[in-house]
């Protein structure tokens, strides 16, 4: 298919708000409403003051039209936030474990459910800013130790990877190509000794 | 080798190697100049890689074991670009050297296996995408002196990487900082 | 027929029933595309019916012409109409051509209450209301602001003349839409004229009883008295949405709080007492929505707070000495189109302990100190020794976040210079004067959606507001020009100005951004080309003149079109100089009775299309003529 380079090397950033949109999230129904089957996934009967976990994207619509209220997941808070990038600065080696998808829920649930959030919206955003830099900062080092075989950054979320990886693939691509030119000789080496070892005899 | 539609293997195979004839052959004397003459043995021309190539490693006839030709080292493989390299590989203007350096290394070490470049291009090519992941993070860095003199230095290998590096930085900085 | 304001919701209720579905559009709202306060109300609908899952389309309309066009091209699955800023004067069954009896579902209607499938609702702040609409409609729903209780008598000689027996009616008839369509529309060109009045026909007098008659008699008198009182605003659009958005449960939004403060802040120079009532109103629920706001700013910050505000021109976005000498208010008090004017200002300055350097310094430069004694000054000098009193009131201000914040009276400069200005004046090549006028009402659509646009966005705002700032000192340039070469003309009964091609030539030049492409000479003539400004120069020329002279005549501005040879014409009321207190009792607009009478009588080349019923469209040669018989007609 005819698609531009960015297309086909990665996930758009796009994409993968989408993905994380299917993340279930709890939420707190102001009114009751019947289950609704849809494709791919059903809405459950929602009670009134029950809490109830649904896909994310359904939560935003029902929050859009107020008809319920968003719990937001237990790491979304400055104190976790902050014990966490505490972790980052004390380990320069390592990269403390956030959820899979934190920055697009943290993302989305700051620009359509601020007022569910625990703490102050912009305290929240301030500390996201940090600790995506600290982790851009702390990725960039690991890429140093780039080889043609074998790359480890554990903990580093898919939009974090998906940033990373076009240049990372392509890197190692080459890496690979370089030296598999050599292993190859090495190979044919191999098959001219045996050849002469097989006149020889 | 395995590429045979792309693009930039075809442009890299066009670049010309020097290599030095081992037979007369008649008729090819164009190639030297002189229309119409027979190409003398032992004289040194400038060939295609996808031509030199294959005549390096077919013999004349059935029997002989001399080839048409013999590559000669070229001079971006030779010991002074080495050291050049080995000493400043973040620095050194590649372009200038050869256009699509690293594609034309992975060829000539095929043939011929020299595992000392092997090992310093590739470190040479760690160096340089680290700084050109660099790059591609601070976009604006680029307009800086220092940063199109590096700009200016890759080669087309380096050139795709670090639109590609700059690309997705790009896409999702956009996305990070939109407020739908 | 209409609904009182406790009752919106149920209209609303009816809407969201009948126009959800997901396969097609069943809602359409017509707005009016030179209005600031429509703008906001649409705004404010639109996001309210987007959070329903509601689907409907917008169409930003011109003129009349406009909306019966539209009218036709539209679907039969549309199930609701909305008309927001346009409408209430004209009978919209015979106007738009309804057959009402196409819409009638039979299967639901039950014996004594048919029920429709189509509905048009209304939400206008014209008066006066045109009473079929009101009274006699079944399909067209008006939003009431209380005052419909009022018109109990014009109520009642509107059924009389209504249920009147068959033999009178055709009589009857006649002289009952003599009456009634004052707001008629004409188009009338050479190829075709087409008069729908119908001629009253000398049918032979029947035997009527004298009584009868005169009691016919009197309640037209009574509809022709209602009708030709006037037109003015009564009420702003939206805030009546505003109460139909609080009626449903959106009692916390600030953002439709600010859009509603928005559209009434655009009608307070023209209806002062208008906005009195409003502010009232907007203060208890800006109180009410803030209790929650600290002290300090954050990034998050979208408070809106009530703060003193002076009614000079967009202070804070400009010099001190600027924002005094462009202000319409200071103009008219110290006249500074002459000379003493200018000296007096520097005087007042002086007064103030304000140097004139610190004074020309741009607002957000200049020192602090003085900016927080501003208030005490203005009120110790302007207030008390020069008796300035509507100089200090209450203002609405918006921030956001760390981008700043900006007051409601710049926002609605600002935007109504989004719709006024156009984008590139490049001469049309064309000669035809509907293809020209075609072009126009392009531009003007075009302007809707870039005002539309900014109302969220600061950074349009504030490329709105240099627009203002520009379209400003042009007024003021062309406004002084005109008294000082006396082209104020004093008919005995009205005031005149006539601006032909010659007073486009001004010195003023753009400063080149990015965003204003004028070119002056051009820009210039086609700047008075736009209704929305030459009702600013109006509005200067009837302050200036309301401080100077006591009299209170109305106000009628022509501006010539050199490329379709028309003059564009708008009739003012009158102004009472501002007071303190803000209260006086409205002067209704005459003019459109006027206009309309006078060119059905003389058959001069007219077109009255817009939606402020006192602007109409005069053929260059027929101006001469057009305007004495408007002198000769007595209506004004």
């Known amino acids: 298919m005819a698609l531009p380079l960015q297309f086909k090397t990665s996930f758009l950033p796009l994409e993968i708000n989408f993905l994380a949109e299917n993340e279930l999230i709890t939420i707190l129904p102001r009114v009751s409403m019947k289950s609704v089957e849809l494709i791919g996934t059903n809405l459950p009967n929602l009670n009134a003051m029950r809490r109830q976990e649904i896909p994310l994207w359904l939560a935003l619509i029902l929050k859009a039209q107020d008809k319920c209220q968003i719990i937001p997941p237990i790491w979304l808070n400055v104190a976790y936030l902050k014990a966490r990038y505490d972790e980052e600065l004390e380990f320069p080696n390592r990269f403390s474990s956030l959820p899979w998808h934190w920055l697009e829920l943290s993302k989305m649930l700051l620009t359509k459910a601020s007022d569910d959030l625990t703490d102050a919206p912009h305290l929240i955003r301030s500390i996201i800013q940090d600790l995506r830099e600290v982790r851009l900062v702390k990725s960039r080092k690991g890429l140093k130790e780039l080889n043609e075989a074998y790359l480890q950054l554990d903990n580093l979320s898919l939009m974090e990877i998906n940033e990373i990886r076009p240049y990372v693939a392509e890197v190692m691509d080459e890496l690979k190509k370089l030296s598999d030119c050599v292993k190859k000789d090495d190979s044919m080496d191999m098959e001219t000794n045996d050849y002469e070892e097989d006149e020889n005899y | 080798m395995g590429n045979y539609y792309d693009l930039d293997d075809i442009i890299a195979d066009n670049q010309k190697l020097p290599c030095k004839f081992n037979v007369t052959v008649p008729g090819l004397g164009y190639l030297e100049g002189n229309i119409g003459q027979p190409l003398d043995a032992n004289t040194k021309l400038n060939l295609p890689l996808w031509l030199s190539s294959v005549l390096a490693i077919c013999e004349v006839s059935q029997d002989s074991q001399t080839t048409f030709l013999d590559l000669i080292h070229p001079e971006f493989f030779n010991n002074k670009v080495i050291n050049a390299i080995r000493a400043n590989a973040v620095n050194i203007d590649l372009h200038s050297i050869l256009p699509n350096y690293y594609k034309l290394c992975e060829k000539w070490c095929v043939m011929f296996s020299d595992v000392e470049l092997i090992e310093v291009v590739s470190q040479m090519l760690k160096e340089r995408s680290n700084e050109i992941n660099d790059y591609g993070q601070n976009p604006k860095q680029i307009s800086s002196m220092a940063g199109n003199k590096f700009l200016y230095s890759l080669d087309e290998f380096e050139k795709r990487l670090y639109k590609i590096s700059t690309e997705s930085h790009k896409l999702s900085k956009e996305w990070f900082h939109n407020q739908d | 027929m209409y609904i009182l304001p406790s009752n919106y919701n149920q209209a609303y209720n009816h809407i969201v029933t009948t126009s ?561 207190d803000g209260g006086s009792a409205a002067l209704l607009n005459t003019f459109s009775v006027a206009f309309q009478h006078v060119a059905n009588t003389t058959g001069v080349k007219v077109r009255i299309d817009s939606f402020e019923s006192s602007v109409i469209e005069v053929r260059k040669d027929d101006l001469a003529p057009f305007l004495e018989k408007l002198t000769l007609s007595g209506l004004v």
């Open chain 3, 20 to 580: 959800l579905t997901h396969s097609t559009c069943k809602l359409v709202i017509f707005v009016s595309c030179l209005d600031v306060d429509a703008l906001c109300a649409l705004r404010i609908l639109a996001a309210v019916f987007k959070k329903k899952l509601i689907n409907f389309q917008i169409v930003p309309i011109v003129g009349y012409a406009d909306l019966a066009t539209h009218y036709t091209r539209l679907d039969a699955d549309v199930n609701n109409i909305i008309l927001v800023g346009c409408g209430a004067m004209v009978d919209l069954e015979s106007f738009l051509d309804i057959d009402v009896g196409q819409f009638v579902d039979a299967t639901r209607s039950l014996e004594a209450e048919t029920v429709l499938k189509r509905k048009i609702f209304v939400i206008d702040g014209h008066r006066p209301w045109n009473l079929d609409n009101v009274f006699g409609s079944a399909m067209v729903t008006c939003f009431d602001d209380g005052l419909i209780g009022d018109l109990a008598l014009e109520k009642d000689a509107y059924n009389f003349l209504v249920n009147i027996d068959d033999d009178e009616l055709n009589q009857e008839e006649e002289e009952e839409e003599e009456e009634e369509e004052e707001e008629e529309i004409f188009e009338i060109d050479e190829t075709d004229i087409s008069r729908k009045r119908k001629s009253s026909s000398s049918s032979p007098q029947t035997k009527q009883p004298k009584t009868r008659k005169r009691v016919i008699k009197d309640n037209e008198t009574t509809i022709e008295n209602y009708y030709g009182q006037g037109t003015t605003v009564v009420t702003s659009v939206t805030s009546q949405v505003y109460s139909l958005v609080s009626l449903i449960g959106e009692t916390n939004n600030l953002d439709n709080l600010w859009l509603a403060i928005i559209g009434s802040t655009s009608l307070e120079h023209q209806y002062p007492e208008l906005w009195a009532r409003l502010a009232d109103l907007f203060r208890k629920e800006v109180r009410r929505l803030n209790h929650g706001a600290d002290e300090e700013r954050t990034a998050d910050d979208s408070r809106l707070t009530v703060e003193k505000d002076y009614n000079l021109f967009l202070l804070r976005h400009w010099s001190l000495y600027n924002a005094f000498y462009y202000s319409n208010y200071i103009n008219s008090k110290i006249l500074l189109y002459t000379e003493q004017g200018k000296s007096k200002l520097n005087k007042i300055f002086a007064k103030m302990g304000i140097s004139l350097s610190v004074a020309q310094q741009l607002w957000i430069y200049m020192d602090i100190g003085i900016k927080k004694k501003l208030h005490n000054i203005f009120t110790k000098v302007l207030v008390n020794q020069y008796g300035f009193d509507s100089l200090a009131t209450e203002g609405y201000f918006r921030s956001f976040g760390y981008n700043g914040s900006v007051s409601a009276r710049d926002c609605v400069e600002a935007i109504s210079s989004l719709l006024e200005h156009e984008e590139n004046s490049a001469p049309s090549e064309s000669d035809d004067i509907d293809a020209l006028t075609a072009e126009k009402e392009k531009l003007w659509v075009a302007n809707f959606w870039r005002s539309w646009d900014a109302l969220t966005d600061l950074a349009k705002i504030r490329q709105g507001i240099q627009l203002a700032l520009f379209s400003q000192q042009l007024i003021f340039q062309v406004g002084h020009s005109i008294i000082e070469k006396k082209q104020l003309k004093n008919l005995k009964i009205f005031r005149l100005v006539v601006l032909s091609s010659s007073d486009y030539h001004l010195s003023l030049t753009a400063k080149n951004d990015a965003s204003i492409h004028t070119n002056t000479a051009a820009g210039g003539r086609k700047f008075f080309l736009n209704p929305l400004n030459l009702m600013k120069l109006g509005n200067w020329l009837l302050d200036t003149i309301s401080e100077v002279d006591d009299t209170l005549l109305p106000l009628v501005l022509a501006a010539l079109d050199l490329e379709t040879d028309t003059y564009l014409v708008i009739g003012m009321a009158p102004k009472v100089p501002k007071r303190g």
